[in-house]
């Protein structure tokens, strides 16, 4: 079993719709939760970053941490076709960076 | 302030040869990572370094791999006797002190093997 699992998607949604990523984890150990957004032959940038659980707003995009069930998850508020990225879930407990594969997400006008 | 640096961009090398990737940090950061990225897979850790040590390699294959992140210049991660299984997209992170887990990535070198 990897430790973080992301379903791959593709995952399609036309624009303006809520659109809801996720991740689930296995080691109990980790703090750190973040959301990347890549774009095709990019370098993958950092959106939402959260510690522990709880949530967080930014704009158009929430993260959420569930510690217990051992899942996150980030939500795109109205969105656009501009949002048509991989979105990789990434967790640590210390520095090394655990990533999940990448949903593929398209918003089709 | 300039992002993370990586050159070349692209790299095209014949088996058996080496590839030298750079990676110049973000200005106050001292930590670099490098990850490897197959096509529609996600990020392999590869090494964690600091200047002029090397925290973790447990993600570098043993041989024909290896990187340095000498106290003046780029990181480099080089890689000698190219086989066509090395092709992919190498990126390269780097983050503050302290602040180990936000990681800012350069734009990648997408290694060929041909």
């Known amino acids: 079993q990897k430790e973080v699992e992301q379903d791959p998607g593709p995952l399609s949604v036309p624009e303006g719709a809520i659109v809801s990523l996720n991740c689930t984890y296995s080691?109990?150990?980790?703090?750190?939760f973040m959301w990347y957004r890549q774009y095709s032959r990019k370098g993958p940038e950092l959106l939402m970053y959260?510690?522990s659980s709880g949530n967080k707003e930014d704009g158009r995009f929430t993260a959420q941490v569930d510690k217990s069930s051992k899942y996150i998850s980030l939500f795109i508020r109205d969105s656009q076709p501009s949002d048509s990225a991989t979105y990789l879930c990434?967790?640590?407990?210390?520095?090394?960076?655990?990533w999940g594969a990448g949903t593929k997400l398209i918003i089709k006008p | 302030n300039a992002g993370v640096m990586q050159n070349p961009r692209h790299l095209v090398r014949r088996r058996g040869q080496e590839a030298r990737l750079r990676c110049s940090p973000m200005?106050?950061?001292?930590?670099v990572y490098w990850y490897r990225q197959l096509p529609e897979e996600g990020l392999k850790f590869m090494v964690y370094?600091?200047?002029?040590?090397?925290?973790?390699e447990s993600g570098m294959p043993k041989e024909r791999f290896s990187a340095e992140f000498p106290k003046e210049g780029p990181s480099i991660l080089r890689i000698q006797q190219v086989v066509r299984g090395d092709s992919a997209a190498y990126f390269c992170?780097?983050?503050?002190?302290?602040?180990?887990?936000?990681?800012?990535f350069g734009q990648g070198t997408r290694l060929t093997v041909v």
């Open positions: 992170a780097s983050s503050p002190p302290a602040r180990n887990t936000e990681a800012f």
């Open positions: 959260t510690y």
């Open positions: 990434a967790m640590s407990g210390d520095y090394q960076l655990i």
């Open positions: 200005k106050g950061h001292s930590h």
């Open positions: 080691n109990s150990a980790f703090q750190y």
């Open positions: 370094l600091q200047k002029e040590n090397i925290i973790d």
